[in-house]
Nanobody, 126 residues
């Protein structure tokens, strides 16, 4: 059974930092592209960041470039999202996703991913 379990969310003031983690089990983690997506109330789910299997390539949404950093530890089957300089508009439910299909050009698309976590809430107060 495949499981993706996110953690690290919480309430933080604007300008603060959080580090999200997503632990994956039931799959060969090293074979998957990993992504982070988020969904704010009343809005569609949107791409945040993704990393290829060997961490050779990463991708970021324009809104988080320079503030967020994605990384992965294949030995621990875990992907991370370091979020700095948080803004109130970063408030959302953050999901991690895993998939074998995504390529460098498609890993920003949520329909490329096969498995999703339950999400972790990030709330940034002004």
């Amino acid at each position: 059974q495949v499981q993706l379990v996110e953690s690290g969310g919480g309430l933080v003031q604007a300008g603060g930092s959080l580090r999200l983690s997503c632990a994956v089990s039931g799959r060969t983690f090293a074979n998957d592209v990993m992504g982070w997506f988020r969904q704010a109330p009343g809005k569609e789910r949107e791409f945040v960041s993704a990393v290829t299997r060997g961490s050779t390539s990463t991708s970021y949404a324009d809104s988080v470039k320079g503030r967020f950093t994605i990384s992965r530890d294949n030995a621990k089957s875990t992907v991370y999202l370091q979020m700095n300089s948080l803004k109130p508009e970063d408030t959302a439910l953050y999901y991690c996703a895993a998939g074998f299909k995504p390529t460098i050009t498609t890993m920003t698309k949520d329909n490329q991913y096969d498995y999703w976590g339950q999400g972790t809430q990030v709330t940034v107060s002004s």
